[in-house]
């Protein structure tokens, strides 16, 4: 079990999750939490025992110095966090960790029964793959919930999805198997620029993170960061003619399947997004 340091009493808390591995194309999605963790001061009140749940000949410990001086190894884990963002009427809870090498379940429902400790009433995880997508395009963000007010309310489509999973996808069946109301996004990054980190698919899912919690997020430097990674991948287009080609194949196959009223909504989205933003700043 993980033990939780400190039980703090929270308001209303909602989880948000990812996990690096093969959940987590060029680092996207882990981005997001490692970046609320950041700009929110999380606090870090418990971890997952790696012993149980983790290979390390695959994923093996780093050795390294502390803030002392002092030589220390540190093992790979899943970490829990907590924080109370000023711009949120309700705490959140942080999950960031790895995902495991063995004893999916197990892992799965020591998680889940810490954020039940904690009162959790929203799980929400993220995901990122990699595809066929340009990088001059907005990145497309799918998503899924196990509860219909919410798939109404978020405007999702069922997952038609048969295939592979990754922790994501256990977690989110086990919110189901438990009643416990999940939802989960995942952002497409353009394959040929699989590399981390790519920041304008952090971005997306902070887009929808934003819709969801119905409040605007601080996004630092990631706008400025995800404008300079476009023009990075531009540079690289303009330098490699085959490349180059493919972007305006993919940017073609995009433009004439996307139907006009998607395109439409996701306009109106973010419209919505940059008045509330714009609200928070008065």
Not at 206 to 211: A, M, R, S, T, V
């Amino acid at each position: 079990m993980i033990e939780i340091e400190d039980l703090p009493d929270l308001v209303d808390p909602v989880v948000i999750a990812a996990f690096e591995g093969w959940n987590d194309a060029a680092d996207a999605a882990s981005s997001v939490v490692d970046h609320l963790i950041k700009v929110w001061g999380a606090t870090t009140i418990g971890a997952v025992d790696p012993e149980d749940f983790y290979d390390f000949q695959v994923n093996r410990p780093h050795v390294g110095s502390d803030d002392r001086g002092h030589r220390r190894v540190t093992w790979p884990s899943t970490q829990i966090s907590v924080a109370s963002p000023p711009d949120l009427d309700r705490d959140v809870i942080l999950v960031r960790g790895i995902e495991p090498n063995m004893r999916w379940r197990q892992f799965t429902a020591e998680i889940l029964a810490a954020c039940d400790d904690l009162g959790a009433e929203l799980v929400i995880t993220l995901g990122a793959l990699l595809a066929d997508t340009p990088h001059t395009r907005p990145i497309p963000v799918t998503g899924s919930a196990t509860e219909p007010d919410l798939v109404d309310r978020l405007r999702l489509e069922p997952s038609t999805y048969e295939g592979p999973t990754g922790i994501v996808g256990v977690v989110q069946d086990a919110c189901q198997r438990l009643d416990m109301p999940a939802v989960s996004y995942w952002a497409a990054v353009p394959h040929y620029v699989a590399q981390p980190p790519c920041p304008k698919a952090t971005l997306a899912l902070l887009g929808c993170l934003e819709d969801l919690l119905e409040a605007s997020l601080p996004l630092g430097d990631l706008p400025e960061d995800a404008k300079a990674w476009e023009r990075g991948v531009d540079e690289l287009s303009r330098e490699d003619e085959e490349i180059a080609d493919y972007v305006r194949a993919l940017e073609e196959t995009r433009d004439t399947t996307e139907l006009p009223e998607a395109s439409g909504d996701a306009i109106a989205r973010e419209f919505e997004r940059y008045l509330k933003r714009k609200e928070d700043e008065v």
